[in-house]
């Protein structure tokens, strides 16, 4: 194949990713958009293929490398479960980490199979400092993706990991790593001992940058780690020279770090804090009033479904604890139950809630709810006023006043879903616990609560049967 078509396909499959994360924007157009970038990668794929001159033998190793990951990406994708798929977000970023530290290893050892070697052998310098910085971003992106898989997986305590010290050491650390790097590049290529410093500094640096995090900010780390994978992926698409690898990775980190900052304002946190792993969640303040005895109103399925069915306007507000009892499907039926008796039905939902970007309304729509029930915080809000009951399904955190009412609250300026201003608040959760962050939410306490205490598919089947 010319350079020229090579060129040109791969100018197709940039097009194709753009029309995906177009496509990926809206709920409507998410499937045809998940279309649009499956053909992008299998166009830029059979290009890569067909574009690099190997023997019969070579060609085949590669496709049934492909195979075997394609099989086992398949195998995977059928057989998780809704709740586990932020950790199989991290686990995959992981891999895209590790391919471009072993992609710029090769490059560096063999640049004459890349076509990247200067003309007096080794490297150029420019290459190098790519190359250098594809693989610090590359191990950084695996080593923390290991750490966000394991704290969402339970392997390890999703509470923040802090010391003394802590961000000085990071500080050292990345100075480190760009001595090493201009060390790499005055030796041409040649200090190969330097690539593997860097390598390892950025492995553990990664670890350092993700243990601080607490389990209610997980969601910001999945998607900075998006970002993360695709500059390490955009940085050796300059070295090697290579059009889609360029245009993939570039995409994929700008459009991450737009929303990795659109998560810093929905969950209140500075979005150089989030870079640099600095924002740790601070527990201080958490759980003042736990172990005060406050007076609860509890409810039955029966009550929740003689108030609803009784009501004009009801918000339903969901969180991770619906994803983990898997409720959608339960909840979608409660909802049409109750437009069957005229009450106006609607959804509500934060950017956080869960456990990844979008996490409800991939759920909301696994369940067949029409999207336009479906609304974001910004356009919602405002209805909460107006509506006889908001229904929280499994949410905590994105619902607590005390984001907007106590300046002494970890979580006080992050924008909340007001669900207090509805003129009875139902409640579905196992306990009275508190959420990923740690904090107790005074809502449950307030004489416009209802707590619904149980699993969350069981009390919305319940409900259902009840409004029979």
């Known amino acids: 194949m010319s ?10 499959s940039g097009i194709l990713f753009i029309l995906a994360l177009r496509g990926l924007s809206s709920p409507e157009t998410s499937r045809q958009g998940n279309y649009f970038g499956m ?37 995977i994708a059928r057989r998780i479960a809704m709740t586990a798929m932020p950790q199989l977000v991290a686990g995959f970023h992981s891999l895209v980490g590790l391919t471009a530290v072993l992609v710029a290893a090769a490059a560096l050892y063999e640049p004459e199979a890349f076509g990247i070697a200067a003309p007096g052998g080794g490297l150029k310098a420019l290459s190098l400092v790519e ?27 999703g509470a923040p ?10 500080l050292g650390l990345g100075i480190a790593a760009a001595i090493f790097i201009v060390f790499l590049t005055a030796s041409g290529g040649q200090a190969k001992t330097a690539f593997w410093i860097i390598t390892i500094i950025a492995l553990v640096l990664g670890v350092l940058l993700i243990i601080p995090i607490g389990g209610a900010d997980m969601p910001v780390v999945v998607s900075m780690l998006n970002s993360y994978s695709g ?40 979005f150089i804090s989030v870079i640099l792993g600095g924002f740790g969640a601070d527990t201080s303040a958490a ?15 029966d009550d929740a479904a003689f108030i609803m069915k009784n009501a004009g306007k009801v918000i339903i507000v969901p969180g991770y604890g ?12 409660m909802a049409d139950t109750l437009k069957e008796e005229g009450v106006d ?57 005390a984001a907007e009412e106590d300046p002494s609250s970890p979580i006080y300026g992050m924008p909340v879903l007001q669900v207090w201003k509805a003129r009875t608040v139902m409640f579905v959760k196992r306990s009275m616990g508190s959420g990923y962050a740690g904090i107790e939410n005074p809502l449950f306490f307030r004489d416009n609560t209802m707590m619904l205490l149980g699993d969350a598919k069981k009390m919305s089947e319940s409900i259902v049967k009840a409004l029979d």
């Open 345 to 401: 039905v609607s959804y509500a939902i934060h950017p956080v809630a869960g456990r990844m970007p979008g996490h409800m309304n991939v759920l909301l729509a696994e369940a067949q709810v029409p999207y336009d029930e479906v609304f974001e915080l910004e356009d919602i809000n405002a209805e909460f006023s107006t509506a006889d009951v908001a229904f929280v399904i499994g949410a905590n955190d994105v619902t607590n006043p």
């Open 231 to 270: 500059w390490a992926a955009a940085a050796l698409g300059f070295t090697l020279e290579n059009t889609a690898l360029l245009i993939t990775g570039a995409l994929v980190g700008s459009s991450g770090a737009i929303l990795s900052y659109i998560m810093c304002k929905g969950m209140n946190r500075s």
């Open 39 to 75: 053909a992008g990668m299998a166009v830029a794929v059979t290009t890569t293929l067909l574009v690099v001159d190997l023997t019969g033998m070579g060609i085949l190793l590669i496709i049934g490398a492909v195979a075997i990951g394609g099989g086992i990406g398949a195998l």
């Open 131 to 157: 190359l250098s910085l594809g693989t610090a971003i590359g191990a950084i992106t695996f080593s923390g993706s290991v750490i966000a898989f394991m704290k969402l997986q339970g392997v390890m305590s």
């Open 322 to 333: 619906m994803a983990v009892a898997q409720a959608q499907h339960a909840l979608k039926e």
């Open 161 to 170: 990991i802090v010391f003394k010290g802590q961000h000085w050491l990071n």
């Open 287 to 301: 759980g003042a009033d736990a172990g005060v005895d406050r007076a609860v109103k509890l409810g039955s399925a």
């Open 3 to 12: 350079a020229d078509l090579a060129a040109l396909l791969y100018l197709v």
